[in-house]
């Protein structure tokens, strides 16, 4: 009765009214956010999806060019895979077990496709071209040729080339050793997780992520489109700084001993790592970095 003569009532009416809009706007914006972000994942991926077909036409230029100079002409892979777990024991073991004559046995790290060792590319000839299409990567070839492949080691070596009775192969360079620490890094998504591999076990002890609302990109010109792309990149810069502090704090709480970085390309460089691999892995952060660890301990293998 108070209320209707203070004319309190409509106003609590109007209230509980407003309420139940904000909750419905709440809703919608969420509904909203949620969309953004598909779509901004759809979008990395669609990326990710030009880049590495952009990468094969030019993989597949460069093949026509070397057939039509007649360099390399005849020479294609007879055998690739990625090798992990189990099948990767399996090849290492076999060529670690191969025995030579000494200096029967050359193995070189080559780090990149223009810097092939002259005793590669004496002693493959025609073959020489895969190597440069392989690298980085680790060649095993013994002097009669009855083996002759190629390993790209997640933990690389400094480049050698050496000549011996048997051919040499790391199993560190290969597979995780100790506590160590793998994050995944694009432009509005970070993952990390921290490791302890023993032997053959490998265990996650821990594993966090987030994602940034970064802009998608621009697709207009001029001086909005300019101050379009300032905005973006501030908003990657700011994603960045917070990934590079969530290593580090990671760094302080469980103290890794290694840190590697995989994931989008050009952004890879602005991490401090003992290595790095680029990976097209995304959506949710911890599925993400599921991928990304599986990418990076791969290890493409190509027999010449």
């Given at each position: 009765?108070?209320?209707?003569?203070?004319?309190?009532?409509?106003?609590?009416?109007?209230?509980?009214?407003?309420?139940?809009?904000?909750?419905?706007?709440?809703?919608?914006?969420?509904?909203e956010n949620e969309r953004r972000r598909e779509a901004v994942a759809a979008r990395n991926e669609a990326?990710?999806?030009?880049?590495?077909?952009?990468?094969?036409?030019?993989?597949?230029?460069?093949?026509?060019?070397?057939?039509?100079?007649?360099?390399?002409?005849?020479?294609?892979?007879?055998?690739?895979?990625?090798?992990?777990?189990?099948?990767?024991?399996?090849?290492?073991?076999?060529?670690?077990?191969?025995?030579?004559?000494?200096?029967?046995?050359?193995?070189?790290?080559?780090?990149?496709?223009?810097?092939?060792?002259?005793?590669?590319?004496?002693?493959?000839?025609?073959?020489?071209?895969?190597?440069?299409?392989?690298?980085?990567?680790?060649?095993?070839?013994?002097?009669?040729?009855?083996?002759?492949?190629?390993?790209?080691?997640?933990?690389?070596?400094?480049?050698?080339?050496?000549?011996?009775?048997?051919?040499?192969?790391?199993?560190?360079?290969?597979?995780?050793?100790?506590?160590?620490?793998?994050?995944?890094?694009?432009?509005?998504?970070?993952?990390?997780?921290?490791?302890d591999a023993t032997g053959d076990a490998v265990e996650r002890v821990h594993a966090e992520g987030f994602?940034?609302?970064?802009?998608?990109?621009?697709?207009?010109?001029?001086?909005?489109?300019?101050?379009?792309?300032?905005?973006?990149?501030?908003?990657?810069?700011?994603?960045?700084?917070?990934?590079?502090?969530?290593?580090?704090?990671?760094?302080?709480?469980?103290?890794?001993?290694?840190?590697?970085?995989?994931?989008?390309?050009?952004?890879?460089?602005?991490?401090?790592?003992?290595?790095?691999?680029?990976?097209?892995?995304?959506?949710?952060?911890?599925?993400?970095?599921?991928?990304?660890?599986?990418?990076?301990?791969?290890?493409?293998?190509?027999?010449?």
């Amino acid at each position: 009765m108070l209320d209707r003569l203070l004319g309190r009532a409509s106003l609590k009416e109007r209230i509980a009214e407003l309420e139940d809009e904000t909750d419905s706007l709440r809703a919608q914006l969420d509904a909203e956010n949620e969309r953004r972000r598909e779509a901004v994942a759809a979008r990395n991926e669609a990326e990710e999806t030009i880049n590495r077909l952009e990468d094969r036409i030019t993989e597949l230029e460069d093949r026509v060019e070397r057939a039509e100079s007649g360099n390399g002409a005849s020479a294609d892979y007879r055998a690739g895979e990625a090798l992990r777990g189990a099948r990767l024991d399996d090849v290492l073991g076999r060529l670690a077990g191969i025995e030579t004559d000494p200096e029967g046995a050359l193995t070189a790290m080559v780090p990149d496709e223009h810097d092939i060792p002259k005793p590669v590319s004496d002693v493959l000839g025609e073959r020489a071209p895969l190597v440069e299409r392989a690298a980085p990567c680790i060649v095993c070839v013994d002097d009669a040729s009855l083996v002759a492949a190629t390993l790209a080691p997640p933990l690389a070596p400094d480049a050698f080339c050496e000549w011996g009775d048997a051919f040499r192969l790391d199993r560190s360079w290969f597979v995780p050793t100790g506590r160590y620490a793998l994050a995944l890094v694009r432009a509005d998504l970070f993952a990390v997780g921290v490791y302890d591999a023993t032997g053959d076990a490998v265990e996650r002890v821990h594993a966090e992520g987030f994602e940034s609302d970064v802009k998608a990109k621009h697709s207009k010109g001029g001086f909005s489109q300019s101050r379009f792309e300032r905005r973006r990149e501030s908003q990657i810069d700011e994603h960045l700084d917070d990934a590079r502090d969530a290593l580090a704090a990671l760094d302080d709480e469980y103290g890794y001993d290694a840190c590697y970085v995989t994931g989008q390309t050009t952004l890879l460089g602005e991490f401090d790592a003992d290595a790095r691999a680029p990976s097209d892995a995304s959506g949710d952060p911890r599925e993400a970095l599921g991928a990304a660890a599986r990418d990076f301990w791969s290890v493409p293998y190509h027999s010449l």
